[in-house]
């Protein structure tokens, strides 16, 4: 059993930045893959990063490289998302999620567990 719990969202201008963070509790083993999904309104669930449990393997999608980070701290249990240079089109609700099969897969299916999100807002 695998809890998850974002935090960091918000209201932030066009070009600002938000630290997300993900706490985990309960059992985590040491091939889980970690990741970061999105949603906006009306559409479908959007893979933004992952990253191993080891924080030596981290997938990106491209539109995201060089603004969105994924790292981890394994001794407090937590995976970031630090997004630079937000845009309006970032806006969504941002949902960690786990794999216990450390796939760092695109699909949202691949992930066993979810948290509740966080709400990121850009605003023009």
């Known amino acids: 059993q695998v809890q998850l719990v974002e935090s960091g969202g918000g209201l932030v201008q066009a070009g600002g930045s938000l630290r997300l963070s993900c706490a985990a509790s309960g059992r985590t083993f040491s091939s889980y893959a970690m990741g970061w999904f999105r949603q906006a309104p009306g559409k479908e669930r959007e893979f933004v990063a992952a990253?191993?449990?080891?924080?030596?393997?981290?997938k990106y999608v491209d539109s995201h490289k060089g603004r969105f980070t994924i790292s981890k701290d394994n001794a407090k249990n937590t995976v970031f998302l630090q997004m630079n240079r937000l845009k309006p089109e970032d806006t969504a609700a941002y949902y960690c999620?786990?794999?216990?099969?450390?796939?760092?897969?695109?699909?949202?299916?691949?992930?066993?567990?979810w948290g509740q999100g966080t709400q990121v807002t850009v605003s023009s």
């Open positions: 999620a786990a794999d216990p099969k450390g796939r760092r897969d695109l699909r949202a299916e691949a992930y066993d567990y």
């Open positions: 990253i191993s449990w080891s924080g030596t393997r981290i």
